[in-house]
Each structure stands twice: as structure tokens, then as C-alpha cells.
């Protein structure tokens, strides 16, 4: 039986090009890169290219670009940041978030909103993609107010307007922060074109280190620091830099911003033959957000007749299948996620299962894996 | 060879049922049960990965070479179990949640999602037996007397019985722990549990405060009084208080008292000499037949409590209620806690105690 791995959403392998491009600086170029001596200029240049190849990857100004540990460190940065810095204006600031974003936002903002640091408000969205925008714009205009809607969504793959998002923030003042972490180099990504003023992203989704994110703060904006010490990272995440770490993260990002024009289309052709072959095989199976604009590599199922989606799961991976359903954060939880519930409602009957295709998966991976799915459905469902 | 879902609590004995079932060569897959979070963190409580049991089991299972998954069952347990043994405290009764748990919760649950994935048999780290007999299924008493774990499991489903494989319950408890250091199981030398899983610090009544509400009759003062009315003192609320239990009853007494009794309607506690706890017959409620049962008339032996022996008693009315007489008189029969019916090693049944 051959295994295949279907959730790469979850983490992918770390590309052999970009260990190549770590190595050095886990070994002979090791120095410290707030060391004066040659060994930290080394370091220091090359945290210095990293971050200006990462910049021009995503259409930012190098001084844009902050190293931090993963994308959680970096959507807790802009949310916790972002709004006690708005909190210096004097009035408590209004955090909007879209109710399907990560609970790396998520959590904070809750944490934020119970220490009365923040009024959070969730906007609403719909399986079609469609912001409620106008649903929490009450009063914005008088009070400071932080945005974050995710660019692409993890469970489901589907794609915010993040154009509606800035054009709407702009007529009342809002930071907008983005977390991109299943956008970047899964679809075009400029900060130049699409004027978000936070940007999260993480390496590992993109066959980058673990551990090693990024958050985009665009010139001008203010964030609190959560931890002190050094002045790295403009202070905003001091500690000594994991320069192997920057230079994987900033390679895998720009490799995968370069190969996109043929990457997204391949990905994209993968998971429609997946939905396709499933389509055909399951009937009454739903697309989450099929309707809707997606990103390339997340096929998202809402099963029918499948009481319990991580049962679902364990016999997929028992078959040598490997998905996961919605999130893979979320250990044994039986209950529907909170996206789910967002956009179809809590007592929505369907099992949400997803697969995720990476640049390495094949159509043969995609045809086994669509073959188990459907016998596993055919074995599991209801009568 | 059949394909076995084994029940891993992260500790030796299930450890070890499952090195024994990799040896027999069976296709075994491991599944620890979340049936709580530690986590006190509202709202979003979904996300705790972290137990020690399921990390435990998971590293039991990667040096056993075999697949390992969480099954959530948070809330099933939380209405069948923790719900259950905060109401049984809130009306004066000592409630057995190990007993409720796998009678209602933890072998149900294993069963359906182990058909779910294609599992011919269930297996847990219990110390007890199934023989299986020209009359059916049985379950016996574990070999180690001082590990068998039967009075627990006199609830389970009966047509459940032979699907169930119980691989420590032929080795005493010496022979499992050789096993796991023979086998290098990192839970080899795990100290035994003791306290009820939903209630690590052992205080029970922090979670009752906890789920009843500050102001709650369970929790509020009462009376210390004899069977004859008399007045002996004050307690803080009754819900802390067992049959037979001696501590907490203050000082001053000639010999020495046991509570008999709980009465919630007038929140007092009754208490007395070790005479007065003595009862010659129980009432028992909630039955559960894992053989025949008996008959008005059988002699049988009954066992009250965990860890206590079993008794030689007579079958009185049988019904939905069971009375038994008993061949001698037993001290701090408790209501609430279940009787266990045997004819030597052999389960007959149970229930719980009026």
C-alpha cells in the first residue's frame, strides 16, 4: 500500500535548495550578527540580504521586513502590537476580525477584548467569500481601529478580498493586517499593489524552515513590542537573529514566488482532478467554498453522512492517506471548527475533511488519495 | 490475526496490553480517550494537545511501531461522568465515576469507533478476564487480587463481551511492569494513579464548588447529629462527606464516629459507633446482568466497595431493584457506590447501591 501525503496546508518538506542555502550559517558562518568582528558582519549581511530578498518577494522596502519565530509569534505581534500602540491615542481601540481567521489572531484578540484592551468585533463571511464589512463599521471613523482578515484561508482555501478590505479601511483610518501564511507564493502577493499595512507569513507552508515567520510592518505603522531585550529587529523582536533560519525562510519564499506563474496553475490542476474524481464519486459531497475564489493547493470537503470527522480521518490515515480536517491544530477535536460554524452554521451536518496538495504531489498521489477517500466514505457513511 | 483498537491511558498496564498484543501479532492501533482538559482557559478549551497520559501513549506507541490517535470524547463524558458524579454528591451519595465511565462513556465509545475503522476486537490495560464458554462470554476476576480492576466493569454492555480482549488481566502487576522495562516503555516505572482523572488534586470539592455554584445546598453548613436527632456539631457542607468516613466530624467524642448517613433535605450528617454502621441487607438500583442473573434464593457473593472482599450474601426480590441479604453484617455500606455480584471469579452483574 503506498502512502500519500495530502496535507501539505499542514507543513511540506523543506526544499533541498533552501537547507542548501541554510547550511553555511549553521556551520562555518555561525557568527552572531551584532558582533562587530568579521564573523558577525558575515551574519549580519547575510540577515541583510534575506531580508531584502524577502522584501522584493512581496513587493515590501527591506526596512519593511521583521524576522520572528513562525507565523503565530507574527499574527500575536500585529494583533497584541497593533492595538496597544493604537491604544496610545488615549480611546479604546476597535479590533475587527474576520470570524475565519486563524486562532493565532483569534486568541489574542479574545485575550485583548477580556482585558478590556480592545472592543473586538468578528466579520461576518460567507461560504462565497463575501465580508460583512458594513456589519461593523458603526462608528469607526472616531475610534482607532486595527483590521485582520486573513489572505487565504487554512481550512478552506478561500480567498478574501483583501482590495475591498483596504479600500473600506481607508475611509476610516484602519490598519489593516493580513495573515498570509497560505497566501504567500500560493497566490500573487504585492503589498505595493494591495496596500495591507501588516503582513504575516510563515516559512514552513512553503517548504521553508519551521520557527520562522515574518511580520510586514509597513513604514510608518506602530507596534508594541510583547518581549524585550537587544534592539533586534528594530526592537520589535529582540534576541539573537537565527540567521539560517531568515536566509531558508527568505529563500523558500522567494522560490516560491518565482515559480509561481507555473506552481499555482500545477497545484490548481491537481486539486480540481482531486475534487473532480471526488465529485464523481461522492454524491451529496460539498465543496466548502467551491463557489468561491481559492487559493491553488486546498481542496475542503463537507461530507455527508459522516457523523465524525476525525474517525473519518484516522481511517483515511489507516489506509495510508494523510489529510486532516480543517485545521491540523487542533488534536482529536471531534466538534466542527470555528471556520466551519463561521461560514455554514454550528449544527452544520456536514464532516469537514482537508486535502492539501504541496509542489512535489502528483496525479497519481491525487488519484490514490481521492480512491481511498471515496471508500472510506462509501465504508463509514450512514445508511 | 484480527485488527485491535487498544485503549492507551498513557500509563503501564495499557502500555504493556498493547506490547502484548504487538507480540501475538495482531494489527493494533492505539487510541488515547481526551476526556477532559486541564486547561482553565474559557471558550476556546478545545485546543489542549498537552496531557501527559496522551503524550505518554504516544511515545508507548511510536516504540511499539504502531498508530496512535486522540479520540475526543469531552463531552460525552462531561454529561455522562462529571455531570452525573456532581449530581450523586449534590444528593448525598458517594458516586463510583470509573464505574460510570465505562459503562456509559469509555467502552461504548471504543466500540463504535473501532467498527468505524475496521477493528475486530477492543482491548483495554484492565486486570480482569473474559473466558469464553459454551454458555457465552464471562468475565472474570484479574489473577493479581491485588490489582483487579472487576468491580469496575460490571456495567459494560454483555453483548459486548466477546469483542474484548484484556491482556494484562492473566499477569500480576510485578510480571506488567517487567514486561515494560523488558520492553523499554518509558511508562515502565509510572507511579500508580490514584486520584479520579477529572480531579488531579485530589479535592474533589474544588470541582464541585466549581460546577455547582458558589451558593448551593450540597455546599452549605449543617448539622453533626446522632440517629437519635441529638446535636453533635456543624460541617460546611455535606457534600464532603462519605459513609463510614471519620475525619472531619471534630473531636470530643467518647469512641470513635462514622458518618452513617447524608441527608441533603435537612443537610445533616449522621454519625455513629462502628456498631451503628454495620447494615445486614443493601438495596441495590441501575442493574447490569453480565450472565443469567440470579434467582430469589441464590447464594452469591457481593462485593461493596473497591478493594473490599466479596461477601457471601442471599438474593432476595429481584426486579428492576435487587435486594440482597447478607451472611454477615458489613460496615459503611454507602449509596451511591455499586454492588458487585460474583459466583467465585466469575462477574454476575451489578449495580449501584440505594
Redesign the interface.
Known amino acids: 500500500m503506498s502512502s500519500v501525503y495530502l496535507d501539505h496546508a499542514a507543513t511540506t518538506p523543506v526544499r533541498d535548495d533552501v537547507i542548501a542555502a541554510m547550511e553555511p550559517y549553521l556551520t562555518a558562518r555561525f557568527g552572531n550578527p551584532s558582533s562587530a568582528h568579521r564573523w558577525g558582519q558575515e551574519a549580519s549581511a547575510a540577515l541583510e540580504h534575506a531580508r531584502a530578498r524577502l522584501a522584493s518577494a512581496i513587493g515590501a522596502r527591506p526596512s519593511e521586513i521583521r524576522f520572528v519565530r513562525g507565523g503565530t509569534e507574527s499574527d500575536n505581534l500585529a494583533i497584541i502590537g497593533g492595538v496597544r500602540a493604537l491604544a496610545r491615542e488615549g480611546a479604546t481601540p476597535v479590533l475587527l476580525a474576520s470570524a475565519i481567521e486563524h486562532s493565532a489572531v483569534l486568541e489574542p484578540a479574545g485575550w485583548l477584548e477580556g482585558r478590556g484592551e480592545t472592543e473586538l468585533r468578528l466579520i461576518p463571511v460567507s461560504p462565497d467569500g463575501n465580508l460583512g464589512l458594513d456589519r461593523v463599521s458603526d462608528q469607526l471613523d472616531a475610534r482607532p481601529s486595527l483590521a485582520s482578515v486573513m489572505w487565504a484561508n487554512n481550512e478552506t482555501g478561500l480567498l478574501l478580498p483583501m482590495d475591498e478590505v483596504v479600500s473600506w479601511a481607508r475611509t476610516s483610518c484602519t490598519v489593516v493586517h493580513t495573515d498570509a501564511s497560505q497566501g504567500v507564493g500560493k497566490v500573487p502577493i504585492d503589498v505595493g499593489e494591495v496596500e495591507v499595512d501588516l503582513l504575516t507569513a510563515t516559512g514552513h507552508k512553503l517548504g521553508g524552515p519551521r520557527g520562522c515567520g515574518v511580520l510586514f510592518v509597513r513604514d510608518g505603522i506602530e507596534i508594541e513590542p510583547l518581549i524585550f531585550g537587544g534592539g533586534q529587529e528594530r526592537a520589535l523582536r529582540p534576541g539573537t537573529e537565527d540567521v539560517a533560519g531568515a536566509v531558508g525562510l527568505a529563500e523558500a519564499i522567494h522560490l516560491a514566488v518565482r515559480d509561481l506563474e507555473a506552481s499555482g496553475p500545477r497545484m490548481a490542476a491537481l486539486r480540481d482532478r482531486l475534487q473532480g474524481r471526488l465529485l464523481d464519486a461522492i454524491p451529496g459531497l460539498r465543496l466548502n467554498c467551491g463557489d468561491a475564489p481559492r487559493a491553488p493547493h486546498v481542496l475542503s470537503l463537507g461530507l455527508p453522512g459522516i457523523r465524525n470527522g476525525a474517525d473519518f480521518l484516522m481511517a483515511l490515515d489507516l489506509e495510508g492517506v494523510a489529510a486532516s480536517g480543517g485545521s491540523a491544530c487542533h488534536t482529536g477535536a471531534a466538534a466542527a471548527s470555528h471556520v466551519i460554524s463561521a461560514l455554514y452554521g454550528s449544527d452544520d451536518p456536514f464532516a469537514t475533511v482537508r486535502l492539501s496538495v504541496g509542489r512535489a504531489s502528483t496525479e497519481d498521489e491525487v488519484d490514490r488519495g481521492a480512491e481511498v477517500v471515496a471508500e472510506v466514505w462509501n465504508r463509514m457513511k450512514s445508511p | 490475526m484480527s485488527r485491535v483498537l487498544v485503549a492507551m491511558s498513557g500509563g503501564v498496564d495499557s502500555s504493556v496490553a498493547a506490547a502484548l498484543l504487538v507480540d501475538a501479532g495482531h494489527e493494533v ?1 492505539g487510541v488515547t480517550m ?1 476526556t477532559f482538559c486541564y486547561s482553565d482557559i474559557p ?2 478549551g ?2 489542549c ?1 498537552g496531557l501527559d497520559g ?1 503524550m505518554d501513549a504516544k511515545r508507548v506507541a511510536s516504540t511499539l511501531g504502531i ?1 496512535h ?5 469531552e ?1 460525552d463524558f462531561t454529561r455522562d461522568v462529571i455531570d452525573d458524579f456532581v449530581a450523586e454528591y449534590a444528593r448525598g451519595r458517594t458516586p463510583n465515576p470509573c464505574v460510570r465511565c465505562n459503562s456509559n462513556t469509555k467502552f461504548r465509545d471504543l466500540l463504535a ?1 473501532g467498527e ?3 477493528c475486530d476486537r477492543i482491548a483495554t490495560g484492565h486486570y480482569v478476564r473474559v473466558e469464553h464458554g459454551s454458555g457465552g462470554t464471562t468475565l472474570l476476576r484479574g489473577l493479581d487480587d491485588g490489582k483487579d480492576q472487576s468491580y469496575f466493569l460490571w456495567g459494560l454492555p454483555p453483548e459486548m463481551l466477546p469483542r474484548l480482549l484484556f491482556p494484562v488481566g492473566e499477569l500480576t502487576k510485578t510480571e506488567v511492569r517487567e514486561q515494560a522495562r523488558a520492553l523499554e516503555l518509558t511508562t515502565a516505572d509510572k507511579p500508580e494513579s490514584q486520584e479520579i482523572c477529572f480531579v488531579p488534586t485530589g479535592d474533589y470539592r474544588d470541582l464541585l464548588r466549581k460546577r455547582l455554584g458558589p451558593v448551593h445546598p450540597a455546599l452549605e453548613p449543617g448539622t453533626i447529629v446522632r440517629s437519635n436527632g441529638t446535636v453533635v456539631g456543624e460541617h460546611a457542607g455535606f457534600a464532603g462527606f462519605t459513609v463510614g468516613q471519620r475525619r472531619g466530624l471534630g473531636g470530643g467524642f467518647a469512641e470513635p464516629m462514622f458518618v452513617l448517613e447524608v441527608r441533603p433535605d435537612t443537610k445533616e450528617v449522621v454519625v455513629g459507633t462502628r456498631d451503628e454502621l454495620l447494615g445486614a441487607a443493601v438495596t441495590v438500583r441501575e442493574l447490569n446482568w453480565l450472565t443469567t442473573p440470579p434467582t430469589t434464593g441464590d447464594d452469591v457473593r457481593v462485593q461493596l466497595r473497591y478493594r473490599a472482599p466479596a461477601v457471601p450474601a442471599t438474593v432476595g426480590d429481584v426486579g428492576a431493584e435487587l435486594r440482597l441479604e447478607l451472611g454477615n453484617a458489613q460496615p459503611a455500606i454507602t449509596p451511591g457506590q455499586s454492588a458487585v455480584l460474583f459466583d467465585g471469579d466469575r462477574v454476575l452483574g451489578g449495580g449501584r447501591i440505594a
Open positions: 492501533i481526551k471558550a476556546h478545545k485546543t494537545c496522551i498508530p490517535y486522540v479520540f475526543d470524547v463531552e469507533r468505524a475503522l475496521g
